[in-house]
């Protein structure tokens, strides 16, 4: 029912709509969170509402800290 309003559409085209919009909001998450001007709490803010939102989709922000002497 939520694609069907999303969409102002029937049901079916709103579920094929869905199918093709999905693939290209993974990308923006994944593009917004490779930003360098974020905070990695922020990063982590966004990856968690992605994921209570997203079904099926598990977003994890990896943070690597390397320190050479």
């Known amino acids: ?3 069907k309003n999303l969409y102002d559409c029937n049901r ?3 579920v094929a709509n869905a199918c093709n919009d999905v ?3 993974i990308e ?3 593009y917004v969170l490779t ?3 974020l905070t990695t709490q922020q990063k982590l803010e ?3 509402k ?3 939102s997203l079904r099926g ?3 994890e922000v990896d943070t690597t800290i390397n320190v050479e002497k």
């Open 57 to 59: 989709v598990e977003i």
């Open 28 to 30: 923006l998450i994944e």
């Open 46 to 48: 966004i990856a968690d």
């Open 23 to 25: 693939p290209a909001a």
């Open 12 to 14: 079916s085209d709103a």
């Open 1 to 3: 029912m939520r694609a």
């Open 50 to 52: 992605a994921n209570r």
């Open 35 to 37: 930003r360098p001007d």
